[in-house]
Nanobody, 122 residues
Framework: QVQFVESGGGLVQPGGSLRLSCVVS????????MGWHRQYPGKDRELVAK???????SYADDIKGRFTISRDNTNNTVNLQMNSLKPEDTAVYYC????????????????WGQGTQVTVSS
């Protein structure tokens, strides 16, 4: 079963930046699209960004131009650079993996890590 370990969250002021990282267990990392999701209290997780095995990316409208997803296929890591943070970005952030390298068919697995809390507040 694939495992995800997220890190990098914290408390930041509005307008600040954070860089989230996720290390993924297992082999053939480059053969899977990866995604970052966030969850508000009492709500379902929502997808904010995804990246294909080859590096094609897609973003939710409310984070376009502020967040950048990237991956390191050598180290089984996916990152989320978060700039110009807003209070509404406050959530727990999770990464996950799709069934194929393409982002067009991305859907997360049933396995989730512990997530990393991002709090944007003055």
């Amino acid at each position: 079963q694939v495992q995800f370990v997220e890190s990098g969250g914290g408390l930041v002021q509005p307008g600040g930046s954070l860089r989230l990282s996720c290390v993924v267990s297992g082999s053939n990392f480059r053969n899977y699209a990866m995604g970052w999701h966030r969850q508000y209290p009492g709500k379902d997780r929502e997808l904010v960004a995804k990246i294909s095995g080859a590096g094609s990316v897609s973003y939710a409208d409310d984070i376009k131009g502020r967040f950048t997803i990237s991956r390191d296929n050598t180290n089984n890591t996916v990152n989320l650079q978060m700039n110009s943070l807003k209070p509404e970005d406050t959530a727990v952030y999770y990464c996950n993996r799709g069934p194929l390298p393409s982002i067009s068919v991305y859907r997360p697995t049933a396995s989730w890590g512990q997530g990393t809390q991002v709090t944007v507040s003055s």
